[in-house]
């Protein structure tokens, strides 16, 4: 069983920080990009950032500048650094990660953690 886990959420007040973490685990072989998703109430989840196996980042404009992703492949992790956080950051954020396991290989699936809230209030 493949399982991506997120920690890290919690209750930060605007300006503040919080630092979102995500494992992976199960028979995974490879893991092509890594990212971060975010569902809004009453909007669609949107994608936030992203990271390739070779470090390559992209950003949504709205954290350009504010948000950090990282990953330690030999872990099976990524990272989510969110600095100066606004009210409208407010969102369940998802994990992604793009894998071929065991019994999916040589595809590649797209996977995803449960989700982790983020509230920015004060």
Same mark, same amino acid.
């Given at each position: 069983?493949?399982? /991506?886990?997120?920690?890290? !959420?919690?209750?930060?007040? *605007?300006?503040g920080? /919080?630092? /979102?973490?995500?494992?992976?685990?199960?028979?995974?072989?490879?893991? &092509?990009?890594?990212? =971060?998703?975010?569902?809004?109430?009453?909007?669609?989840?949107? =994608?936030?950032? &992203?990271?390739?196996?070779?470090?390559t980042? @992209?950003?949504?404009?709205?954290? %350009?500048?504010?948000?950090?992703?990282?990953?330690?492949?030999?872990? %099976?992790?990524?990272? /989510?650094?969110?600095? &100066?956080l %606004? *009210?409208?950051?407010?969102?369940? #954020?998802y994990?992604?990660?793009?894998?071929?396991?065991?019994?999916?290989? *040589? @595809?590649?699936?797209? #996977? =995803?953690?449960? !989700?982790?809230?983020?509230?920015?209030? &004060?």
């Amino acid at each position: 069983q493949v399982q /991506l886990v997120e920690s890290g !959420g919690g209750l930060v007040q *605007p300006g503040g920080s /919080l630092r /979102l973490s995500c494992a992976a685990s199960g028979s995974i072989l490879s893991i &092509s990009t890594m990212g =971060w998703y975010r569902h809004i109430p009453g909007k669609q989840r949107e =994608w936030v950032t &992203s990271i390739t196996s070779g470090g390559t980042t @992209n950003f949504a404009d709205s954290v %350009k500048g504010r948000f950090t992703i990282s990953r330690d492949n030999a872990k %099976k992790t990524v990272s /989510l650094q969110m600095n &100066s956080l %606004k *009210p409208e950051d407010t969102a369940v #954020y998802y994990c992604n990660a793009i894998m071929a396991t065991t019994t999916s290989r *040589p @595809n590649f699936n797209s #996977y =995803w953690g449960q !989700g982790t809230q983020v509230t920015v209030s &004060s």
